[in-house]
C-alpha cells in the first residue's frame, strides 16, 4: 500500500516561491497519475495540478504559469515547484493518485504566502 509524506512548505512574502516535495513509501511509478491538492482554510480540497507516469502534466487556471509539477518514478518522488506565489495560495498541500486512489491522505505540508 502506497503511502505519502509531504513537505517543503513554509512561510514566504507574496512573490516568493517555494519547492514541496512528497515521498511515497510504495512505489508510484505504478500509478499513472499523481497530483497535488490544495486545501485553504473553510474550503474544501481541491486538485492544483497532475502529471501522468509519462510526464503529461495539467493545471488548475488559478496556478497556471506560476506552479510546475514534476515526478522522479525511479526515487517514488512527486514535486511541485510554485513561484509567483499569492495570498490565496495560502494552504495545506497534499499530495495523492488523480483521482485520489491512496485512502490514506498524508499530513500535508502548510503553505502560508503573507500579502
Known amino acids: 500500500q502506497v503511502q505519502v509524506v509531504e513537505s517543503g512548505g513554509g512561510l514566504v512574502q507574496a512573490g516568493g516561491s517555494l519547492r514541496l516535495s512528497c515521498a511515497g513509501s510504495g512505489s508510484i511509478f505504478g500509478i499513472n497519475t499523481m497530483g497535488w491538492y490544495r486545501q485553504a482554510p473553510g474550503k474544501q480540497r481541491e486538485l492544483v495540478a497532475s502529471i501522468t507516469r509519462f510526464g503529461r502534466t495539467n493545471y488548475a487556471d488559478s496556478v497556471k504559469g506560476r506552479f510546475t509539477i514534476s515526478r522522479d518514478n525511479a526515487r517514488n518522488m512527486l514535486y511541485l515547484q510554485m513561484t509567483s506565489l499569492k495570498f490565496e495560495d495560502t494552504g495545506v498541500y497534499y499530495c495523492?493518485?488523480?483521482?485520489?486512489?491512496?485512502?490514506?491522505w498524508g499530513q500535508g505540508t502548510q503553505v502560508t504566502v503573507s500579502s
Open positions: 495523492n493518485a488523480d483521482p485520489p486512489t491512496i485512502t490514506k
